[in-house]
T-cell receptor, first 111, second 113 residues
C-alpha cells in the first residue's frame, strides 16, 4: 500500500465549477500536511499547508481529518489557470521535512 | 535569479555511463533535498543535507547513487553505471531549517538510452 494515495484523475470540469480532491495517508505518526501544485514539466510549488482546524486561502480550502487519516482540497469557482496536477504531501519526520508525495490528481478546467 | 538552480536542464546518456547533476540552492538555505520523479508519479525523496552533512540518504535506490555537498552550498548528485530505470526528473529543493517550505528547482530531465 502506498503511503499517500490519491485518485490520479483527470478531473475535467467547466470554468466556475467546484471540485474536490481527496487523499489518504497510511502513517498515523505523520507530522504535517500540504498540497502542492505542479504544472506540466515544471517544479512542484507549495499551494497551502493543511491544518486540523481547516484552512482557507481565497478559492482554496484544505481540511485534515487525523482520525481518518484523510486530507482534502476544495477549489471553488475554478479558473482555466487552475489546470495542473495537485500533489498531496505528508511530512513523516520530526527532525526535518521529509516529504512523501502522492502521485497527484490532474485537473483540467475547460471554457 | 534568486531561486534554486539546477543544471543541466536535460541530460541524455547511454546505459553504463556516469552522470553528475548539479544543484545551486537559494543563498543561505541550510537544508537541501534531492528527489526523483518518474513519469506520472509524485517526487520521491532521495537524500537530505543540513549544511555539508548528509543526514538522511535512505531514499537513494542503490549504491550507484551518491550525493555530496562539500561546502554546504552547491550539491552534486552522481549516478554511476546508469540504467534505463534511472530515467526520471531529478529535483533539488532547499529551505531554511527545520520546517520552512521547500523551494524546488526546475529539475534535470535524465534520459538513459
Amino acid at each position: 500500500r502506498k503511503e499517500v494515495e490519491q485518485d490520479p484523475g483527470p478531473f475535467n470540469v467547466p470554468e466556475g465549477a467546484t471540485v474536490a480532491f481527496n487523499c489518504t495517508y497510511s502513517n498515523s505518526a505523520s507530522q504535517s500536511f500540504f498540497w502542492y501544485r505542479q504544472d506540466c514539466r515544471k517544479e512542484p510549488k507549495l499551494l497551502m499547508s493543511v491544518y486540523s482546524s481547516g484552512n482557507e486561502d481565497g478559492r482554496f480550502t484544505a481540511q485534515l481529518n487525523r482520525a481518518s487519516q484523510y486530507i482534502s482540497l476544495l477549489i471553488r469557482d475554478s479558473k482555466l489557470s487552475d489546470s495542473a496536477t495537485y500533489l498531496c504531501v505528508v511530512n513523516m519526520n520530526t527532525g526535518f521535512q521529509k516529504l512523501v508525495f502522492g502521485t497527484g490528481t490532474r485537473l483540467l478546467v475547460s471554457p | 535569479g534568486a531561486g534554486v538552480s539546477q543544471s543541466p536542464r536535460y541530460k541524455v546518456a547511454k546505459r553504463g555511463q556516469d552522470v553528475a547533476l548539479r544543484c545551486d540552492p537559494i543563498s543561505g538555505h541550510v537544508s537541501l533535498f534531492w528527489y526523483q520523479q518518474a513519469l506520472g508519479q509524485g517526487p520521491e525523496f532521495l537524500t537530505y543535507f543540513q549544511n555539508e552533512a548528509q543526514l538522511d540518504k535512505s531514499g537513494l535506490p542503490s549504491d550507484r547513487f551518491f550525493a555530496e555537498r562539500p561546502e554546504g552550498s552547491v550539491s552534486t548528485l552522481k549516478i554511476q553505471r546508469t540504467q534505463q530505470e534511472d530515467s526520471a526528473v531529478y529535483l533539488c529543493a532547499s529551505s531554511l531549517p527545520p520546517y520552512q517550505p521547500q523551494h524546488f528547482g526546475d529539475g534535470t530531465r535524465l534520459s538513459i538510452l
